[in-house]
């Protein structure tokens, strides 16, 4: 049974997100005091696994969804796997302005989605 790309694709991007988050911001809080390569090289080293998930779920959308849609889903997807992180693993206040830029982007998903 194939699975659809309306829904291989967001579960892929979302997986994909996750590992890109941590490796753009995980070493702000695990590696501070490490030399900037050291971050780097481990980061490099996370965002393989981003890749090995993004390529497939683009690859997987891009008949079902246009470039733009494809995009804009990854920007909202991405603000979804970022407001968790930062609020429950880089302790960081949630903030209402979390809610209004996401909501900015539902509309920019509805735009991008509509008939």
Not at 57 to 69: D, E, F
Request: with cysteine; hydrophobic share 55%; aromatic share 18%.
């Amino acid at each position: 049974m194939a699975v659809s790309p309306y829904i291989a694709t967001p579960l892929l991007l979302t997986a994909s997100n996750l590992f890109m988050t941590f490796a753009w911001y995980a070493h702000l809080k695990d590696g501070a005091n490490k030399a900037w390569y050291v971050a780097a090289l481990a980061s490099w080293g996370i965002a393989l696994f981003e890749y090995l998930l993004q390529v497939p779920a683009n690859r997987i959308g891009y008949g079902a969804m246009t470039l733009s849609q494809l995009k804009i889903l990854q920007e909202a997807l991405s603000l979804s796997v970022f407001i968790p992180f930062a609020v429950l693993y880089m302790n960081q206040p949630f903030r209402w302005d979390y809610v209004w830029a996401a909501l900015c982007l539902v509309g920019a998903v509805y735009f991008m989605f509509r008939g």
